[in-house]
């Protein structure tokens, strides 16, 4: 069942008749998300920093955006999440997660490092993974710079973002366990509906292929912008679901809606987290659709869940 909210959201976007983003290609698409952004977005607050910086990539410099949340001593080092916004691995930016980001930051008292990395079509598989862990490392790195506490480092996003924050956990712990000590030291995951498993394969995926925000033509048509191939579904790169061993991941939160295509596999993924040991907080909103988290201009759940993951991350920062 949807919520009240969900369904009118719904039947709104059914009623603009929209082209898909299938037929309009990827600058198109781009677009498209980014001017439909300001009738669902809520007012930006307040924040006591935000600032446009970058950081060395394996192909040029990564754009990133630093919040630091309204009234902290900006000389204090204070936790930071590193986050990947959504978007398909092919539309999204630091601009259409701007306010969600705002919000998260004021929420859970901590600073938070938005990520701009690269995507398909123009920048194929792995390039957003690359991007991703290296945006991570290189926050680790400027801690007394950034005025963060790299001890308190977590790695979060929403949908594709989410899949690439579990991914850069991945692979943190791997370089970890091969002696590089420049790793970041990530101590939580923020993963919100995240895509964990390309293989799309679950009872979700079917029941809300269609009318329900996410389509499985979208999702489709994003996989055939991001991989190079149908062998890339199967690299934990890719599907961190896949990947042989979940064991020694930091913490999680992990948030799914009920009416999505991705819900099955994201608690799937927190299923298995448990499974290896981790601890895993995981909530479902049982009447919302995929993408709800950044529509609290339409959606109040919005705000409630963006208050719960401030409340998570504060627990997991130490300072709940």
């Given at each position: 069942m949807l919520d009240k909210e969900a369904e009118a959201f719904l039947a709104a976007?059914?009623?603009?008749?929209?082209?898909?983003?299938?037929?309009?290609?990827?600058?198109?698409?781009?677009?498209?998300?980014?001017?439909?952004?300001?009738?669902?977005?809520?007012?930006?607050?307040?924040?006591?920093?935000?600032?446009?910086?970058?950081?060395?990539?394996?192909?040029?410099?990564?754009?990133?955006?630093?919040?630091r949340p309204a009234g902290?001593?900006?000389?204090?080092?204070?936790?930071?999440?590193?986050?990947?916004?959504?978007?398909?691995?092919?539309?999204?930016?630091?601009?259409?997660?701007?306010?969600?980001?705002?919000?998260?930051?004021?929420?859970?008292?901590?600073?938070?490092?938005?990520?701009?990395?690269?995507?398909?079509?123009?920048?194929?598989?792995p390039a957003a993974v690359e991007d991703a862990y290296a945006a991570a490392h290189w926050v680790a790195g400027e801690a007394a710079a950034l005025r963060i506490d790299a001890t308190k480092l977590a790695v979060g996003g929403?949908?594709?973002?989410?899949?690439?924050?579990?991914?850069v956990a991945l692979m943190a712990r791997g370089k970890l366990k091969d002696g590089d000590k420049t790793a970041p030291k990530i101590g939580y995951q923020l993963l919100i509906y995240p895509a964990t498993d390309m293989h799309m394969d679950t009872k979700s995926h079917e029941s809300f292929a269609r009318d329900h925000l996410l389509t499985r033509a979208a999702m489709d048509w994003?996989?055939?912008?991001?991989?190079?191939?149908?062998?890339?579904?199967?690299?934990?790169?890719?599907?961190?679901?896949?990947?042989?061993s979940l064991a020694g991941l930091p913490p999680a939160y992990v948030l799914v809606a009920g009416n999505d295509p991705l819900r099955d596999e994201g608690e799937a993924y927190a299923d298995a987290l448990k499974k290896a040991g981790v601890p895993v907080a995981f909530r479902e909103f049982p009447g919302q659709v995929h993408g709800f988290v950044v529509l609290g201009k339409v959606m109040p759940q919005a705000g409630q869940a963006i208050a719960e993951m401030g409340t998570a991350l504060k627990l997991a920062f130490g300072q709940g």
């Open positions: 976007v059914k009623a603009a008749n929209r082209p898909e983003y299938t037929v309009l290609g990827a600058a198109g698409a781009r677009q498209l998300y980014k001017e439909t952004r300001g009738a669902v977005t809520p007012e930006a607050p307040e924040m006591s920093e935000v600032d446009n910086i970058a950081a060395p990539g394996p192909h040029g410099p990564i754009p990133l955006r630093y919040y902290v001593d900006k000389k204090e080092p204070i936790p930071v999440v590193v986050f990947y916004h959504g978007g398909g691995w092919v539309i999204g930016d630091l601009d259409t997660h701007d306010v969600a980001c705002r919000l998260l930051s004021n929420e859970a008292r901590c600073a938070v490092v938005s990520v701009d990395y690269r995507m398909g079509p123009e920048h194929k598989f929403d949908s594709a973002g989410g899949n690439l924050a579990a991914v994003f996989q055939e912008q991001y991989l190079n191939g149908a062998a890339d579904r199967d690299d934990w790169r890719a599907s961190p679901l896949r990947a042989k």
